[in-house]
DNA sequence: TTAATATATTCGCATACTTGAATATATTAA
DNA sequence: TTAATATATTCAAGTATGCGAATATATTAA
C-alpha cells in the first residue's frame, strides 16, 4: 500500500475515533486541563457510563490517557494540540448552519478558546 | 439544546463525513483543483463507481459540489481550506505510527503540500 | 438510431457503532 | 467487614455504514 493511503487510513481513523457529537465535546472538556469521569459527565450533563464509554474508545485510540489516584480516574488528551484543531475545525461549520446558528458557533468558539492553553 | 452541543454535533456531522481513508483521500485530490470522477478514480487506484458513491455522500453533506460539461462530472471542494485543515492534521498522525511510517508521512504531507494552494 | 462512455442509483449482505441496563471491580469510609 | 462511591465491562437490540454487483441514466460518437 503506498503511503498515501496508509497515512490516509490512519488519520480517517483518528477522525472516525473523534467524530461523535459527546466525543468532540469531551476534548474540548479536557482542552488544557485533566478531568474525570464524573465532572466530565456534570458538565455535559450525560451519564458517568456512557462518558466512561467514550474515554475507554478514546484510550484505545490513544487520544486519551488515563491517570488514576484513589477512585478518581483522570483523564488528558496524549497530543493537547488536538483540542486546538477542533477548534479551527469550527471554521467549517460556520458556514455550514443557519445565521442563527452561526452566533452560536461564535459564542462556543469564543467559550472553548477561552479556556487556559495547556502546556 | 445548548449551543455547544449543537456545534459539536455540527462538527462531529462534518467530521464523520469526511472519515473514511479514500474519502481522505479524495480531499487531498481535490485540494487545489476540481477532477472527475475517473480521473479521482485513476488517480487512488479505485473503481468509478466507489469514488461516485463516496462524491455523492460528501455532496449530500455539502463538503464537496459538483460541475456538469458533457459527460463529465467535475468535484471540487466546497470549502477548500478543508485540504489544508486535513493537512494539518497529519499533525496528529505522526505520533501514532512507528518510525518508518512517520518517514512516509512526511513524504505524504511534502506530496500533498506540494500540490498548488487554491485561490 | 445504436453503441460506447461516464457516472449514478439501487440492492442486499456483512460488519460496525451506539446505548442503556445489568453486572463487576476498585477504593475509601464507617 | 460492610456500605458507598467511582468507574468499567458486558450484553443485546437497534441503527448505520461499506461495498460489490447489477441496473439505470445522460451524453457523445458512429
Given at each position: 500500500?503506498?503511503?498515501?493511503?496508509?497515512?490516509?487510513?490512519?488519520?480517517?481513523?483518528?477522525?472516525?475515533?473523534?467524530?461523535?457529537?459527546?466525543?468532540?465535546?469531551?476534548?474540548?472538556?479536557?482542552?488544557?486541563?485533566?478531568?474525570?469521569?464524573?465532572?466530565?459527565?456534570?458538565?455535559?450533563?450525560?451519564?458517568?457510563?456512557?462518558?466512561?464509554?467514550?474515554?475507554?474508545?478514546?484510550?484505545?485510540?490513544?487520544?486519551?490517557?488515563?491517570?488514576?489516584?484513589?477512585?478518581?480516574?483522570?483523564?488528558?488528551?496524549?497530543?493537547?494540540?488536538?483540542?486546538?484543531?477542533?477548534?479551527?475545525?469550527?471554521?467549517?461549520?460556520?458556514?455550514?448552519?443557519?445565521?442563527?446558528?452561526?452566533?452560536?458557533?461564535?459564542?462556543?468558539?469564543?467559550l472553548w478558546?477561552?479556556?487556559?492553553?495547556?502546556?
Open positions: 500500500m503506498p503511503s498515501r493511503a496508509i497515512v490516509a487510513k490512519e488519520l480517517s481513523q483518528v477522525l472516525k475515533t473523534i467524530s461523535h457529537p459527546d466525543r468532540v465535546r469531551i476534548i474540548e472538556e479536557l482542552r488544557g486541563q485533566e478531568k474525570d469521569v464524573n465532572t466530565i459527565a456534570e458538565a455535559l450533563e450525560l451519564t458517568a457510563t456512557r462518558i466512561s464509554q467514550h474515554l475507554s474508545l478514546m484510550k484505545a485510540h490513544r487520544i486519551v490517557d488515563e491517570r488514576r489516584e484513589g477512585r478518581h480516574h483522570y483523564y488528558h488528551l496524549v497530543q493537547p494540540e488536538i483540542a486546538d484543531w477542533i477548534v479551527n475545525g469550527l471554521a467549517f461549520v460556520e458556514g455550514r448552519m443557519s445565521a442563527v446558528s452561526a452566533a452560536e458557533i461564535k459564542s462556543a468558539r469564543k478558546g477561552a479556556v487556559p492553553v495547556q502546556k
